[in-house]
C-alpha cells in the first residue's frame, strides 16, 4: 500500500508545531521535520557550514564554531539573494534526508512538516498538503513575542515567505488556527478522517 504522506506547513508562527505535536501525541503518527534536518545541515564542521563561512566572515560563527543564526537571519531576512544561496545548499540536503526516513518507516501515515513546502518545491515528497493559517495580525503578534523581535523584523520574515492565501488556495486542507486549540485540533481529526490520495 503506499504511504500517505501529509505535507504540514503554513506561515511563520501559524501553529504547525501545535499540529505536529498533536498528531504526534495524540495520533501516534511519525514526524519527519525539515527543521531538524536544515540545523543537522549546518552543524559544527559540515561542509555548508564551511560554505556559508567562507562567504560571510568568521563573525557568522559562534566562539564554540556553530552558525551565529542571529547574525545570518539579519542577513537572509534583508536580502533575497543570499537567502535563495543560502536556501540552495539546504534544501537538497533536506529533500536526501526525507527521502531516507520515508524509505526506512514502516508508518503508513508520515507528517512531513516543512514550512517552505512551496517555496523550496518540495510538494513532490508528499501525497496531501495541510496549510496552517490564522490572521495577519495574529501571525505577527505570535512571532514578536516567540521570537522576541521587533514588529519590522518579524514582517520582514512574515515576507520572506510565500503569502498565506497563496499557499490556502494550493492547499488539500486549511487548518484554521485564529480560534481555540480544541478547535484547531478538531479540524486536525476531521483531515485524518479524510483519507486522500490526490497529488498536488
Known amino acids: 500500500m503506499d504511504k500517505r504522506l501529509i505535507g504540514l506547513t503554513g506561515g511563520i508562527a501559524t501553529g504547525k508545531t501545535t499540529v505536529a505535536n498533536y498528531l504526534a501525541t495524540a495520533k501516534n503518527i511519525p514526524i519527519l521535520d525539515a527543521d531538524i534536518y536544515a540545523r543537522d545541515a549546518v552543524a559544527i ?8 563561512a567562507q562567504r560571510y566572515g568568521k ?11 542571529e ?20 534544501h537538497p540536503y533536506v529533500v536526501h534526508r526525507f527521502q531516507e526516513a ?8 508520515l507528517v512531513l512538516v516543512i514550512p517552505l513546502l512551496f517555496e523550496a518545491q518540495m510538494t513532490h515528497l508528499v501525497t496531501e498538503i495541510w496549510v496552517v493559517r490564522c490572521s495577519q495580525l495574529q501571525q505577527l503578534q505570535r512571532l514578536i513575542q516567540r521570537n522576541n523581535l521587533t514588529p519590522e523584523q518579524a514582517q520582514a520574515r512574515i515576507n520572506s515567505q510565500l503569502s498565506l492565501e497563496e499557499k490556502a488556495a494550493r492547499a488539500t486542507v486549511v487548518l484554521d488556527n485564529s480560534s481555540t486549540q480544541e478547535s484547531l ?4 481529526d476531521m483531515a485524518l478522517a479524510m483519507s486522500t490520495t490526490n497529488k498536488p
Open 45 to 52: 564542521g559540515s561542509p555548508i557550514l564551511l560554505a556559508i
Open 59 to 69: 563573525h557568522i560563527l559562534l566562539p564554540d564554531g556553530s552558525l551565529n543564526r
Open 71 to 90: 547574525q545570518l537571519g539579519a542577513i537572509i531576512f534583508t536580502q533575497e539573494d543570499e537567502r535563495q544561496w543560502v536556501e540552495s545548499l539546504i
Open 102 to 109: 520515508m524509505v526506512k518507516s514502516p508508518s503508513p501515515t
Open 185 to 188: 485540533c478538531q479540524q486536525v
